[in-house]
């Protein structure tokens, strides 16, 4: 990873944004919305965490969990248009990979299950998926596009691409025809 992909990536963070209808400029987006704040500080310590500089990706670490109270490892992989509608108890793990368009509510935890022997042990979340407010998302499973997970839903299984997963139950989602 190059630092010219780091600083495109927190571009196109900060123009995404600032795009959300607010009437705030880019720089006030980048003072005072947390949300931001915290896919910045995480893209710093990805960016250092590969070029094997993982003290300084610990600090940034440390700033996300001090300066706004979520945590996300510098060692997980997150696409573009990473939004977090209220960046307050978030943890994302280490082995974690996210794809484009993926929105999480607060006080989402994805994440290693602790069973050691289960590979991979780190869910795949991939492209337009929503995870709503104190959902658990653990283990090596997948959350296939476009699907939601509901608030409050503990998901420890697959959830199959277009679908909505509330803890035990997984449902198709109803698509209108074009």
Same mark, same amino acid.
């Given at each position: ?87 307050? $108890?978030?943890? *994302? =793990?280490?082995?974690?990979? &996210? !794809?484009?368009?993926?929105? @999480?509510?607060?006080? %989402?935890?994805?994440? /290693? ?26 283990? $090596?499973?997948? *959350? =296939?596009?476009?699907?939601? &997970? !509901?608030?409050?839903?503990? @998901?420890?299984?697959? %959830?199959?691409?277009? /679908? ?15």
């Amino acid at each position: 990873m190059k630092f010219r992909e780091v600083l495109n990536l927190v571009e196109s963070d900060i123009r995404f944004y600032s795009h959300g209808g607010g009437k705030r400029s880019m720089i006030g987006n980048i003072l005072f919305d947390a949300s931001l704040q915290l896919v910045i500080l995480y893209r710093i310590a990805h960016y250092f965490q590969h070029k094997r500089k993982p003290a300084i990706a610990k600090i940034c670490e440390w700033l996300q969990i001090i300066l706004i109270g979520c945590y996300i490892n510098s060692k997980a992989e997150i696409g573009r248009n990473f939004k977090i509608a209220h960046p307050v $108890g978030i943890v *994302i =793990g280490d082995g974690v990979k &996210i !794809g484009n368009n993926v929105t @999480i509510w607060q006080n %989402v935890t994805i994440g /290693s299950s602790g069973r050691a022997k289960e590979l991979p042990s780190y869910p795949t979340i991939e492209d337009n998926v929503r995870i709503f407010a104190n959902a658990v998302v653990v283990g $090596g499973v997948k *959350i =296939g596009r476009n699907s939601v &997970i !509901g608030a409050l839903s503990f @998901i420890n299984k697959d %959830v199959p691409a277009d /679908s909505v997963a509330l803890t035990d139950r997984i449902f198709p989602q109803k698509r209108e025809r074009q």
